[in-house]
């Protein structure tokens, strides 16, 4: 299934560097759907191509992409990236099976690998991962990453 995505940090194209709305939503439209990496990578040049060097925000949204698609790997349901957290929420216990999974156990792994920096949650029901310190969509994504790069235990 899909991940959600929420923040509280700038990411976003801003009108001054895509000044139609119309097409601005559009854009946005286009990176909801996609799925791999080459596409965004054809994505990030036909922005240059067409309107200049891309600004810090709108580097950050276009990494939304990576991070969602890793996050699904993960098995990960929800992510919230605010205050300079990333929150990693799991699915309920309708699907117990998945806290048995290589994918549950490379996430545990990683919370291994860094106690001081992690709390796993459980609030009315649902589980979730709190990682302290992450700034930006960038370093998000290094994380899943790691974490999808871990053996399972």
Known sequence: SDCVVESDMEILLPASYVPQ???????????DSMERETDV???????????GKIPREAQELIRIVTLRRIARTLGIEKIALKMGRMYIYFV??????????????????????????????????????????????????????????????
């Open 21 to 31: 709305e119309s097409e601005r939503i559009s854009l946005y439209q286009e990176l």
């Open 92 to 153: 309920g216990d309708e699907n117990k099976a998945y806290y048995q999974s290589a994918a549950f156990g490379r996430i545990l792994h990683y919370l291994q690998n860094d106690p001081k920096r992690c709390k796993i949650r459980e609030i009315n029901g649902k589980r979730s991962l709190l990682v302290e310190k992450v700034d930006s969509v960038q370093e998000g994504v290094g994380i899943l990453s790691s974490m999808s790069s871990l053996q399972a235990l």
């Open 41 to 51: 990578m054809e994505f990030r040049k036909r922005l240059e191509d067409r309107f």
